[in-house]
């Protein structure tokens, strides 16, 4: 079983940065799909971008051009950047790598 051990959550204000970290108890290259999921309370899971091992990112159509996935294998990190946050950017952020979770990262938008 894959840990993974995700960071950099919290309050901002609207038009704010932040960013995610998710790291990993095995090596980067190892894993084949690394994403981040978002759950806003009382919604269900939503995939918010992916990387493959290899091949272009793929983002939601709500974060494209706000947000940006990036996968650093020889760190076995991912990394969510987000920028231009809006409220409806609330919610709790997890990472998965395969079939493997994290804990999730609470991010919260709000002046």
């Known amino acids: 079983q894959v840990q993974l051990v995700e960071s950099g959550g919290g309050l901002v204000q609207p038009g704010g940065s932040l960013r995610l970290s998710c790291t990993a108890s095995?090596?980067?290259?190892?894993?084949?799909?690394m994403a981040w999921y978002r759950q806003a309370p009382g919604k269900q899971r939503e995939l918010v971008a992916s990387?493959?091992?290899?091949?272009?990112?793929v983002y939601a159509g709500s974060v494209k051009g706000r947000f940006t996935i990036v996968r650093d294998n020889p760190k076995n990190t991912l990394y969510l950047q987000m920028n231009s946050l809006q409220p409806e950017d609330t919610a709790v952020y997890y990472c998965?790598?395969?079939?493997?979770w994290g804990q999730g990262t609470k991010v919260t938008v709000s002046s």
């Open positions: 095995v090596s980067g290259f190892s894993i084949e799909t």
């Open positions: 990387k493959l091992r290899y091949g272009s990112p």
């Open positions: 998965a790598f395969d079939n493997s």
